[in-house]
């Protein structure tokens, strides 16, 4: 079931165009595990994964969706978008420093104003597939995993889920001021499990480089997956190309099937004569039939290590020597189909087939 969900980060990098617009390049979300409240008010904790994040399905759905004033209590469609759009992102949606990053513009007066006052926090609108599947990330446990995430308007809000590091921010607001004066507030970082207290900067530069490399590390995995994927495509390709020729080799055309009909009643009105009504012609290929009618003529014939040519020849030459000779038959239904009109001449051709078959 596809459940609405917000997530929420900060704006940055914003500027005025010269119409009075805000145009804004922010993260709208990043990987982890967020609270998400049920609707009987408990709460569940739910992953949002690398590899779902930073599909083409989600990046792709972040491009020209409205900007919002908080979240509309329904989704942001054609129907309602002049009552909630205060705004549109851009088409640039893409993963850097492990964040789903676009651009937007806000156009409405009222917000703007909001965003210059300190409602800088970005929260997104979006449908998802809630699964129950546990595990940790980042060392966060979590009950559920956010599936097929597509992405329907980008709010600008008081406080985010996603925390200030995803927000509308400037540059200044990257450093800490000591209330009793001007030093930098130290922050801590933990490094291979040694806890450091440094300068907010460095800990920023030094969150940047594991999130490219943890980027990294997910294009590269989706790269192989992807090769994985294809190879396994062209394997499955190649198959059903060699199945579609075997195919093709063993079916006839119209035209060919016809052919085929025809030449096998001519072959059974031809042979049939000579082998008697008895004879079961079912299931009996071309060849089978034609050695029969050559061992009428020839009982001690054998057509094993005889060519096609050979039996062809043999059976065409048989048949021929039975139709000269005046009967159709050389079975027990035998009928003479001459014009003889005595016993003499009937004994005659008996004499005659006896001769051919020894």
């Known amino acids: 079931m596809k459940l609405q969900r917000y997530d929420r980060s900060l704006i940055k990098d914003y500027m005025e165009t010269p119409e009075g617009y805000l145009t804004v390049n922010v993260p709208i979300t990043r990987p982890g595990v967020f609270p998400y409240q049920r609707q009987d008010g408990t709460v569940q904790m739910e992953a949002k994964l690398p590899e779902e994040i930073f599909s083409d399905r989600t990046i792709y759905s972040a491009r020209s969706k409205p900007v919002t004033d908080e979240h509309p209590n329904v989704p942001v469609t054609i129907d309602n978008h002049q009552n909630y759009a205060k705004g549109m992102s851009h088409t640039d949606s893409r993963v850097e420093d492990l964040k789903l990053y676009v651009s937007l513009t806000i156009t409405d007066k009222d917000l703007i104003q909001k965003v210059y006052d300190g409602k800088r926090e970005i929260s997104i609108g979006f449908m998802s597939d809630v699964v129950a599947e546990s595990g940790t990330y980042n060392g966060q446990q979590y009950e559920f995993v956010q599936r097929n995430i597509e992405i329907n308007h980008i709010a600008i809000v008081d406080q985010g889920?996603?925390?200030?590091?995803?927000?509308?921010?400037?540059?200044?607001?990257?450093?800490?001021?000591?209330?009793?004066?001007?030093?930098?507030?130290?922050?801590?970082?933990?490094?291979?499990?040694?806890?450091?207290?440094?300068?907010?900067?460095?800990?920023?530069?030094?969150?940047?480089?594991?999130?490219?490399?943890?980027?990294?590390?997910?294009?590269?995995?989706?790269?192989?997956?992807?090769?994985?994927?294809?190879?396994?495509?062209?394997?499955?390709?190649?198959?059903?190309?060699?199945?579609?020729?075997t195919l093709k080799e063993k079916s006839f055309s119209a035209d060919e099937l016809d052919k085929k009909v025809e030449e096998r009643v001519a072959l059974i009105n031809a042979s049939q004569p000579i082998l008697g009504d008895s004879f079961d012609f079912t299931g009996k290929s071309e060849r089978e039939i034609k050695e029969a009618v050559i061992s009428t003529a020839k009982a001690e014939f054998k057509g094993d290590g005889k060519s096609d040519d050979y039996i062809n020849a043999f059976f065409d030459a048989t048949v021929e020597q039975v139709q000269s000779n005046g009967f159709s038959s050389t079975g027990h239904n035998s009928a003479y189909t001459g014009d003889a009109s005595s016993n003499k001449e009937l004994e005659e051709l008996k004499n005659q087939r006896l001769n051919m078959r020894n």
Do not use: C, F
Not at 193 to 207: F, N, Q, W
Not at 209 to 214: N, R
Not at 218 to 242: C, F, N, P, T
């Open 161 to 245: 889920r996603a925390g200030p590091e995803v927000a509308i921010r400037s540059d200044s607001d990257a450093w800490q001021i000591d209330e009793k004066g001007g030093n930098t507030k130290m922050v801590k970082i933990k490094i291979e499990g040694v806890e450091y207290e440094v300068d907010p900067a460095v800990k920023a530069h030094i969150e940047a480089l594991k999130a490219k490399e943890e980027t990294a590390k997910v294009k590269g995995d989706s790269a192989d997956a992807l090769q994985g994927r294809l190879d396994a495509l062209e394997v499955k390709l190649q198959l059903k190309d060699q199945e579609i020729a």
